[in-house]
């Protein structure tokens, strides 16, 4: 029984060592294009803000579909850059529970237009943690709106909780969504992984490098036709 355990956490190393060089290798190469990418998209951006200001308003709707559909490619740029490990990001001591506060009217926004009703469970008292504030933001919203869109008008619970223990705190999102299956739960961290018809399959694959930058762990508990949790420790300095 040793040895399989044994032969078991190998296999489970090899299998995150492999991701974190994929993952690394993307954000290496989108570090080297996406200043190429960017630079003649602002320069589109801008003219097109030109056009659309001087044009008749029969033809803004147009204008800006296209402007979103480059916001859109910028934001895909920005999440490719999420994913190295690597990547350099400053932390300082932070409240994990004002960091979701400050976030949660936005959260709100958008669950409202999909008639979610969002909760937070939050513990009393918070220990400050070394926390990237914007990263920390973006995993959270990132988790939200993928609870969402597994979610349909009977499944409209979402929550969010923080746990504090001895050596670690924890957040936790808990929706009532669809879930997952099983035969997907071992991927659904990988870049490009995705299973909705419109889906870059970075947006969970960018989470988990804002975890691992923070020195955490994920949990993912799931259940097909009951809902996911998302379990996050961060260990107590």
């Keep these: 029984m040793a040895f399989y355990q044994d032969i078991t956490e190998v296999e489970k190393l090899r299998k995150q060592l492999a991701r974190l060089d994929r993952l690394n290798l993307i954000g290496e190469m989108a570090a080297g294009v996406a200043h190429e990418i960017r630079n003649p998209m602002t320069v589109v951006m801008g003219y097109l803000q030109m056009l659309s200001a001087r044009s008749d308003t029969s033809r803004k709707d147009k204008y800006d579909i296209i402007m979103e559909e480059l916001n859109r490619i910028n934001s895909i740029v920005t999440d490719f850059l999420s994913l190295a490990k690597n990547k350099l990001v400053e932390k300082e001591a932070n409240n994990l529970n004002d960091i979701i506060q400050s976030i949660y009217p936005l959260i709100s926004a958008d669950a409202m237009k999909n008639n979610i009703d969002v909760q937070l469970d939050l513990a ?16 959270i919203l990132n988790l ?20 504090v223990y001895t050596d670690r705190i924890e957040l936790i999102t808990t929706d009532n969504g669809c879930g997952i299956e099983p035969q997907y739960l071992e991927k659904i961290f990988d870049p490009f992984f995705t299973t909705k018809d419109n889906g870059t399959g970075l947006g969970l694959a960018v989470c988990l490098s804002i975890i691992e930058r923070h020195q955490g762990t994920v949990e993912i508990q799931s259940e097909v036709g009951k809902g996911t949790s998302v379990i996050i420790s961060f260990m107590r300095p």
Excluded: D, G, V, Y
Excluded at 124 to 139: D, F
Excluded at 144 to 163: D, P, V, W, Y
């Design 124 to 139: 009393s008292e918070m220990p400050e943690l070394l926390l990237n504030e914007k990263e920390i933001k973006q995993l």
């Design 144 to 163: 939200s709106r993928n609870a969402f869109e597994a979610m349909t008008a009977k499944q409209n619970r979402f929550c969010i909780t923080t746990r």
